[in-house]
């Protein structure tokens, strides 16, 4: 192991939690510096009351753990994830996801690598917040707010620890996991470091979400661990199961088509998910255990540290949406939380204390790891948002998918995967980031099958939708 360091982990997001917990194990010591003062809530449902904040509104949208998060837990923190069971977190086989217009639902070598685990965000958090308040090697610093840097000077300055309101805590390694608010540029630019470059690609959509859970005595439409996530002609519409018996369900428009402003109101909510019969079905065995919550546009980042081929920085690393944010509607978050946070560790054993090396396999490891599902995402996001703005605002019309024999799209990819158990399996490798998404859209069986179905079944979307007009007699008020 290299040699033990002191650590300031900056924020308490899940992102700094795991972190926090692999470091400290590996026998480093480590200080959490939390803007924020909350205490931990006693039990499940009371951190699920108290989750919502203006600092972090994706904590109360719907949420699931990805295959290759789920794998990452019991390889790095099977103790975590006992205790994620223990609360109430189910796990989805990928038997659970299969529709019933799958010809072939018997299982298949590798099925077991594709299950995740449905749970409400705040649970996960709360797990987390107990396991690290409890764990040794780590010192939780609840409401004291980051300042700044310390740092040595150089065309690649040293960071030595952070400056906070009641003074400076020094430190051989700062992690940033204060979320896609970071103000880690302006902190680069106060010690003299160059700006750490970032890509930023528009998601363009607005999220209302809403927790639910079933009424004592009835049958839930569907199983416990129901994902049904459809891209209809004006919206996006999709229900999670939860932990606990919760179901989460959400509405996701364009940002900027305002009629669905009224989506924050509950009866409006309500009201356009019945326009949907699969949804309508879930609603009439539910009751509400939450307020509608809305969230606004977010974007698609990538920060670096590296520029052409040299650290702007060394002894300051990034960690989760610090790092990389994408289109929540995928869910790849806490899969990069904990990528990141597996990363760093496996980067500071390799390296030890040469931070300059540190900062370059980190980066490496962005590109490997990171980099594939943020392509991945903003080609998504183009064309779906393409669609909408021509079917909603008459924009251009999306330039037609090319009739390419050798590659598939993602769209294409998720229309096929309901019809052919090949295509279902490969779509769930993206879905859990198994795999790097082109390896499975250049792969030839998957493309032969893709087509196939498209060409037997159609493109969809495979769902009853509402009219024009059914849409805005729901979302007036």
Known sequence: MATALEVVVVGGSAAGLVTSLLLARAGHTVVVVEQESRQIANDVESAAKSAFRLTAPHIVQPHAVMARCRELLIERLPDIYAQLLAAGVCEAPLSTQM????????????DERLTFLMSRRATIDWVLQRATFAEARVTMRRGLRVTGLLAQGGEAPHVTGIRTGEGNISADLVVDATGYRSPIDRWLEEIGAQPAPTLRAECGLAYFGRQYRLRPGLKSPGP??????????????????????????ALVPLAKDHRFKTLRYPEVFTRVLRTLP????WLDVLDP??????????????????????PV????????DSVCTTN??????????????????????RHGDDRT??????DKMVSEHILPFYQDQIAIDCARLATLQHTIFNGPAPAPTPSISVRVTFAQLRA????????????????GMIVRPEEVYTEPEIVSRTHASLDQHGSGPFMTQPTREELLAALAR
């Open 99 to 110: 529709p019933a217009s799958l010809p072939d639902t018997a299982f298949r070598p590798g």
């Open 224 to 249: 416990p661990t129901t994902r049904l996530v459809v891209g209809l002609d004006e919206f996006t519409v999709g229900i999670w199961g939860g932990d606990n018996g919760s179901v989460q369900m």
């Open 278 to 281: 699969s949804y309508a079905a």
């Open 289 to 310: 255990i939450s307020e509608v919550f809305p969230m606004g546009a977010v974007q698609n980042t990538l920060r670096r540290f590296v520029v052409g081929g040299s």
């Open 313 to 320: 920085v060394t002894g300051l690393v990034a960690v989760g």
């Open 328 to 349: 929540p509607t995928l869910g790849r978050g806490l899969t990069f939380a904990l990528r990141g946070a597996a990363d760093l560790l496996d980067v500071i054993d």
């Open 357 to 362: 090396a540190q900062a370059l396999a980190m």
């Open 416 to 431: 096929a995967a309901i019809f052919d158990p090949i295509a279902f399996r490969a779509f769930w490798k993206i879905m």
